[in-house]
């Protein structure tokens, strides 16, 4: 915890008074509500020294919480510690959600704070909802963290690219015109882009605005009968790329112009926004009189499902992203074999020029998880210099990684064993194992949400009177963030959409098992949605696992798996040896024919 904590809260609450204001709310989000933010929009970060991705920081005059989920919660007791913020664990019995907090310690006439750029408009409105209930008043016009964060970062100025069509496969101009097909269906003369990942793929333009997500800071506004407007400002972009945006209909224009032109529709005109997707300080520029039409983005629809030619392309990238791990566990297991002092950093390193060294690499699509023993049992645990572990040649090591590449994203996490095992940490690898295993083989019927599919991951850890604390699996990007919409696989959420699984989509698959203080497992791969067949009750889907490294079978209780379960196994390892032989030679090639034997 940095010793500047406290004064910043202190601070904080100074202007909370200077403004007569109660309580400020500072959640995790930028102009863009992206998942992970450039640092001027870190502001929970700074005022709390939690470096979560997830979390929102309430500071009354009294009293300070911050909420956060199960995946953080060792991090956060550790980083809060001395702050005077108390850790807040959400979705744990008798503690209640922010937004109820709020609405027990605030009084009738109080006022809440919060950032107009840090809030969809839907998140206002729910606040607005829940507090006018209890006379509390809220303003989104007052930026308190920023009024004192007086070193604040400046924008990101990294350079925008474009995505070669060679790999983006589809043109931008073919992406606009299909856009503008489902705004007509709408009613609608204009629509409104926030989101990063939508606006990167609808222009294939890529950039490094956001670390390990190629996206830049933009917004985008279309209009059905005429053109596109960026609002990316122009030293990041080269002229010859300026004149090829242009002869497809987009025109540039400064990053701070959004609210402008907005401004400027009429009452001819009908807008189309995702009110979740759209901050209040952006939306509260649109006039009264101009129409509404309040829906999801239809690109988020469109980039969701990929095309053959972008499968085609990721099944590549994942030949090269599993030859690129095997090396990189050999090399692993090699130097501990011979006695080299290695860490979590040297995993890291290792793994990240295993990866650097294949065609088409751009760079990582997060932050290695590398955690060895105890620290695989923190789900988002991340080494660094001040605190990581060595490794030794025993126990497990669990690494979660994955690449950015032109032709797609990868996302994988494997748990080696690094030498003699405990029965326990045997049995809930297999545990976990089985319960991928149940999910990577399903069959539903077409419509089917993830929501209807978590509970087959779970079942086997259920059984054993086990359970894990995050979702089963998360949509990838395509050169775009390793995490997207509008499809998950989780637990159902009362109220929550149920997104059906369409063919294309490619979805995370990744049931865990953590004990603190012991060990944490995961096993992760990706999956494609493929049709399987139609039968008199409908079409039925399936999924193709996309991910090609073996499961380290020293890690495994091969006597817990069902003789289905082995062949699995077997036929997936048969496929990775396959796959991946023809671009490993030497100690690589020998070490993934052992680690891709039969059982």
Same mark, same amino acid.
């Given at each position: 915890?940095?010793?500047?904590?406290?004064?910043?809260?202190?601070?904080?609450?100074?202007?909370?008074?200077?403004?007569?204001?109660?309580?400020?709310?500072?959640?995790?989000?930028?102009?863009?509500?992206?998942?992970?933010?450039?640092?001027?929009?870190?502001?929970?970060?700074?005022?709390?020294?939690?470096?979560?991705?997830?979390?929102?920081?309430?500071?009354?005059?009294?009293?300070?919480?911050?909420?956060?989920?199960?995946?953080?919660?060792?991090?956060?007791?550790?980083?809060?510690?001395?702050?005077?913020?108390?850790?807040?664990?959400?979705?744990?019995?008798?503690?209640?959600?922010?937004?109820?907090?709020?609405?027990?310690?605030?009084?009738?006439?109080?006022?809440?704070?919060?950032?107009?750029?840090?809030?969809?408009?839907?998140?206002?409105?729910?606040?607005?909802?829940?507090?006018?209930?209890?006379? +509390?008043?809220?303003?989104?016009?007052?930026?308190?963290?920023?009024?004192?964060?007086?070193?604040?970062?400046?924008?990101?100025?990294?350079?925008?690219?474009?995505?070669?069509?060679?790999?983006?496969?589809?043109?931008?101009?073919?992406?606009?015109?299909?856009?503008?097909?489902?705004?007509?269906?709408?009613?609608?003369?204009?629509?409104?882009?926030?989101?990063?990942?939508?606006?990167?793929?609808?222009?294939?333009?890529?950039?490094?605005?956001?670390?390990?997500?190629?996206?830049?800071?933009?917004?985008?506004?279309?209009?059905?009968?005429?053109?596109?407007?960026?609002?990316?400002?122009?030293?990041?972009?080269?002229?010859?790329?300026?004149?090829?945006?242009?002869?497809?209909?987009?025109?540039?224009?400064?990053?701070?112009?959004?609210?402008?032109?907005?401004?400027?529709?009429?009452?001819?005109?009908?807008?189309?926004?995702?009110?979740?997707?759209?901050?209040?300080?952006?939306?509260?520029?649109?006039?009264?009189?101009?129409?509404?039409?309040?829906?999801?983005?239809?690109?988020?629809?469109?980039?969701? +499902?990929?095309?053959?030619?972008?499968?085609?392309?990721?099944?590549?990238?994942?030949?090269?992203?599993?030859?690129?791990?095997?090396?990189?566990?050999?090399?692993?297991?090699?130097?501990?074999?011979?006695?080299?002092?290695?860490?979590?950093?040297?995993?890291?390193?290792?793994?990240?020029?295993?990866?650097?060294?294949?065609?088409?690499?751009?760079?990582?699509?997060?932050?290695?998880?590398?955690?060895?023993?105890?620290?695989?049992?923190?789900?988002?645990?991340?080494?660094?210099?001040?605190?990581?572990?060595?490794?030794?040649?025993?126990?497990?090591?669990?690494?979660?990684?994955?690449?950015?590449?032109?032709?797609?994203?990868?996302?994988?996490?494997?748990?080696?064993?690094?030498?003699?095992?405990?029965?326990?940490?045997?049995?809930?690898?297999?545990?976990?194992?089985?319960?991928?295993?149940?999910?990577?083989?399903?069959?539903?019927?077409?419509?089917?949400?993830?929501?209807?599919?978590?509970?087959?991951?779970?079942?086997?850890?259920?059984?054993?009177?086990?359970?894990?604390?995050?979702?089963?699996?998360?949509?990838?990007?395509?050169?775009?963030? +390793?995490?997207?919409?509008?499809?998950?696989?989780?637990?159902?959420?009362?109220?929550?959409?149920?997104?059906?699984?369409?063919?294309?989509?490619?979805?995370?698959?990744?049931?865990?098992?953590?004990?603190?203080?012991?060990?944490?497992?995961?096993?992760?791969?990706?999956?494609?949605?493929?049709?399987?067949?139609?039968?008199?009750?409908?079409?039925?889907?399936?999924?193709?696992?996309?991910?090609?490294?073996?499961?380290?079978?020293?890690?495994?209780?091969?006597?817990?798996?069902?003789?289905?379960?082995?062949?699995?196994?077997?036929?997936?390892?048969?496929?990775?040896?396959?796959?991946?032989?023809?671009?490993?030679?030497?100690?690589?090639?020998?070490?993934?024919?052992?680690?891709?034997?039969?059982?």
């Amino acid at each position: 915890m940095s010793p500047s904590i406290p004064a910043r809260i202190a601070a904080l609450r100074a202007a909370m008074q200077q403004h007569g204001v109660a309580a400020a709310i500072v959640p995790s989000a930028d102009p863009h509500l992206s998942e992970y933010l450039p640092e001027r929009w870190q502001a929970r970060a700074w005022l709390s020294g939690f470096t979560g991705s997830a979390g929102i920081l309430i500071v009354g005059r009294e009293h300070a919480g911050l909420w956060t989920d199960s995946r953080y919660f060792a991090q956060a007791e550790q980083q809060l510690a001395g702050s005077g913020i108390a850790l807040m664990k959400l979705r744990v019995p008798h503690t209640p959600e922010h937004l109820d907090w709020l609405a027990a310690q605030l009084h009738r006439d109080e006022v809440l704070a919060v950032a107009g750029d840090s809030v969809s408009l839907a998140g206002l409105r729910a606040m607005e909802g829940k507090l006018a209930e209890h006379g +509390v008043r809220v303003r989104s016009d007052l930026d308190l963290p920023g009024a004192i964060w007086h070193d604040r970062p400046a924008l990101p100025h990294a350079r925008i690219v474009e995505h070669p069509i060679a790999w983006a496969c589809t043109p931008r101009a073919d992406k606009l015109a299909r856009l503008r097909n489902a705004l007509r269906k709408h009613g609608a003369t204009h629509h409104l882009l926030s989101s990063l990942d939508d606006i990167a793929w609808l222009t294939n333009l890529r950039g490094s605005d956001v670390e390990c997500n190629p996206v830049f800071l933009a917004h985008l506004l279309v209009a059905v009968d005429g053109k596109a407007t960026l609002f990316a400002e122009r030293g990041k972009f080269d002229d010859a790329l300026v004149a090829r945006l242009a002869a497809d209909g987009i025109v540039l224009a400064p990053y701070a112009g959004i609210t402008g032109a907005l401004a400027e529709l009429g009452k001819a005109d009908t807008l189309l926004f995702d009110p979740a997707r759209v901050v209040c300080a952006i939306s509260n520029a649109i006039a009264a009189e101009v129409g509404r039409i309040e829906a999801a983005n239809p690109s988020t629809a469109f980039k969701a +499902v990929k095309s053959p030619a972008e499968l085609d392309r990721v099944r590549e990238v994942m030949r090269r992203d599993g030859a690129a791990l095997a090396g990189a566990f050999r090399e692993i297991e090699h130097q501990l074999t011979q006695g080299k002092p290695l860490t979590e950093l040297d995993v890291h390193r290792l793994v990240h020029a295993a990866r650097a060294a294949q065609p088409e690499f751009v760079g990582e699509s997060f932050a290695t998880i590398a955690g060895y023993q105890a620290n695989g049992a923190l789900p988002h645990y991340r080494a660094t210099q001040e605190s990581h572990s060595a490794l030794q040649a025993k126990g497990l090591l669990l690494i979660d990684s994955g690449g950015q590449y032109l032709g797609g994203t990868t996302d994988i996490t494997r748990v080696l064993a690094l030498g003699e095992s405990s029965a326990e940490q045997r049995r809930d690898a297999t545990l976990v194992l089985k319960g991928m295993i149940a999910l990577s083989r399903a069959r539903f019927p077409k419509g089917a949400s993830g929501p209807q599919l978590d509970a087959l991951a779970r079942a086997p850890l259920w059984a054993a009177g086990c359970d894990y604390g995050h979702g089963t699996g998360h949509g990838v990007g395509y050169f775009l963030n +390793v995490h997207e919409g509008p499809q998950s696989i989780r637990p159902p959420v009362s109220g929550g959409a149920l997104v059906a699984l369409e063919p294309g989509m490619i979805s995370s698959i990744e049931p865990g098992l953590y004990k603190p203080g012991r060990h944490g497992i995961r096993h992760e791969n990706l999956a494609v949605v493929v049709e399987a067949d139609r039968t008199e009750f409908g079409d039925f889907l399936a999924f193709e696992t996309l991910t090609l490294c073996p499961f380290d079978r020293r890690a495994l209780e091969p006597g817990l798996l069902a003789p289905d379960e082995r062949a699995w196994l077997d036929d997936y390892h048969a496929t990775v040896r396959a796959a991946l032989s023809p671009l490993l030679e030497g100690a690589d090639l020998a070490w993934l024919e052992r680690h891709c034997a039969p059982l």
